[in-house]
């Protein structure tokens, strides 16, 4: 069973930044970073494949940056000029399968999730 582990989320007023990170236990092909606002639905935020090909989601461009050590597990997301709307508890996702993009339906392992509040 992969696990899957995030840190990295805090507080942090609109226009700072934050690093979250994501240590994955084994391989994955595809890993992705989802957020969730307590009584909404889930939302992708971007996602990365082994093979360096990104899936990024509108709000995310420009602002949002996904790197990753695919040998070592290791996924990281670069948030830049947050704002209050970026709120949420940010979740590390991953699976094997090829196809590697934001539908949440495709992941099979998941993190416990960090949170980032961002003020204004």
């Known amino acids: 069973q992969v696990q899957l582990v995030e840190s990295g989320g805090g507080s942090v007023q609109a226009g700072g930044s934050l690093r979250l990170s994501c240590q994955a236990s084994?391989?994955?092909?595809?890993m992705g970073w989802f957020r969730q606002v307590l009584g909404k639905e889930r939302e992708g935020v971007v996602a990365?494949?082994?093979?360096?090909?990104?899936s990024n989601t509108d709000f995310a461009k420009g602002r949002f940056t996904i790197d990753r050590v695919p040998a070592k597990g290791i996924m990281y997301l670069k948030m830049d000029s947050l704002k209050p709307e970026d709120t949420a508890m940010y979740y590390c996702?991953?699976?094997?399968?090829?196809?590697?993009?934001?539908?949440?339906?495709?992941?099979?392992?998941w993190g416990q999730g960090t949170q980032v509040t961002v003020s204004s």
């Open positions: 084994g391989y994955m092909y595809c």
């Open positions: 996702a991953a699976h094997l399968g090829s196809t590697c993009d934001t539908e949440s339906s495709m992941y099979n392992y």
């Open positions: 990365m494949a082994a093979t360096g090909r990104t």
